[in-house]
């Protein structure tokens, strides 16, 4: 649930946030106008359009946080009698953490059963003194941006159900830290929990040692393609046999430009060790869409025997949707692409304000989507189109 300006400009100073706005507060929820003359006619999908006066907000019975609810993520199998849904509650901005929710009615209704994770108050040490004047940032350890998975061929009952996440350091003012963080994994036997502690899981050399000591593996360090990532965001995971795939937004420099990519880690340990598979979606994927190149806040899912990837192209002010891109070769992790190389667009929506990322479940009624509000007292909603 973050503002995609706000990861580039930070990260492309090598630091996180520090001084940074909240989500919220660079962003209006006016309609943006899509340069229509950009993607290519031919080729592209025609971009459809939600309109959120007709579309239906998703509401949790029993969680009612004062700036709402964003970031769903969905394990809900279409022949499933019920379903859960991991996603950030957001009291503000300086605490956000991540409530789980179940569903026994294809996700027409939803009630909280757990807190997941909680803010943790802490002081980080870093190299960057632009960053943090003196060596040290405080504030809350927040997760968000959350992943739910059940790992069915998971030996220890106890650890089926794994929970992903980026949890970063925000500080007083909303600071936004990012890259001073990880991608943490907890797990518990059951979506009610109880849930163990965040664990730091994947990790990235930053100015401060936080976000590589302690990890099961360091991106910057890991064989293949992530040793640019400045930091690593959103992650979307997907249990398939014997294999989690786990697709997360890589913050790089292109010469001087800061975007942000797709790519694709591979545990077939339960999480225990990782690998990378590759890069899944390049900055220019999103040629689409009309906007700026950049894509992030990856979701994979299967349905009628396809896996796909869905992601949020970016511009200047935010998020603007959500692209649905089959993958030709989930063993590669190889997208669909046509002879000169393109990424074919399987579905492209919009709600016209700042929107996305998005999630699916067959067994939920297919896709929910982010909405921002941001001249309302609550403006993180999601909605089914």
């Known amino acids: 649930m973050r503002a995609i300006v706000g990861i580039l400009v930070a990260c492309g100073a090598c630091g996180g946030g520090g001084g940074g706005n909240s989500d919220a507060a660079s962003h209006t929820d006016t309609a943006v106008e899509i340069d229509a003359a950009l993607p290519d006619a031919a080729f592209c999908p025609a971009i459809q359009t939600i309109d959120v006066a007709h579309a239906t907000e998703v509401t949790v019975n029993g969680d009612t946080p004062a700036m709402g609810i964003f970031d769903p993520s969905l394990v809900y199998p279409g022949d499933a009698s019920g379903g859960a849904m991991a996603y950030s509650a957001v009291p503000d901005q300086q605490t956000i953490r991540t409530h789980v929710a179940v569903s026994a009615d294809h996700g027409t209704t939803w009630t909280l059963v757990a807190e997941a994770n909680t803010p943790e108050a802490t002081a980080l040490t870093t190299t960057d003194m632009h960053e943090c004047p003196g060596g040290t940032c405080t504030g809350n350890l927040i997760s968000e941006v959350s992943s739910l998975i059940y790992d069915a061929d998971e030996p220890d009952a106890a650890k089926k159900w794994k929970l992903f996440a980026h949890r970063y350091l925000v ?197 929910m989507l982010d909405v921002g509000f941001f001249q309302a007292a609550r403006p993180f909603r999601i909605f089914r189109p």
């Open 171 to 367: 500080g007083p003012n909303v600071a936004l830290h990012y890259a001073y963080g990880t991608i943490t994994l907890q797990t518990a036997a059951q979506p009610q929990g109880p849930w163990t502690v965040p664990q730091k899981l994947i990790g990235w050399t930053s100015p401060s040692p936080y976000s590589s000591t302690g990890v099961v593996v360091n991106a910057t360090t890991l064989a293949g393609t992530t040793q640019d990532c400045r930091a690593l965001t959103e992650p979307g995971a997907i249990w398939l046999p014997g294999v989690i795939d786990l697709a997360v937004g890589c913050v790089y420099l292109d010469g001087a430009t800061p975007k942000i990519r797709i790519e694709l880690l591979r545990s077939t340990t339960h999480g225990a060790t990782w690998a990378s598979v590759g890069t899944l979606l390049d900055a220019d994927d999103a040629a689409c869409s009309g906007n700026a190149p950049s894509l992030n806040g990856a979701d994979l899912y299967t349905t009628n025997g396809t896996e796909y990837v869905v992601a949020t192209p970016s511009d200047s002010t935010g998020y603007r949707g959500c692209m649905v891109f089959p993958i030709a070769d989930p063993a590669t992790g190889k997208i669909e692409r046509d002879g000169q190389g393109r990424a074919v667009v399987a579905n492209d929506i919009t709600a016209g304000q700042f929107n996305g990322a998005c999630t699916f479940a067959d067994g939920a009624n297919g896709m």
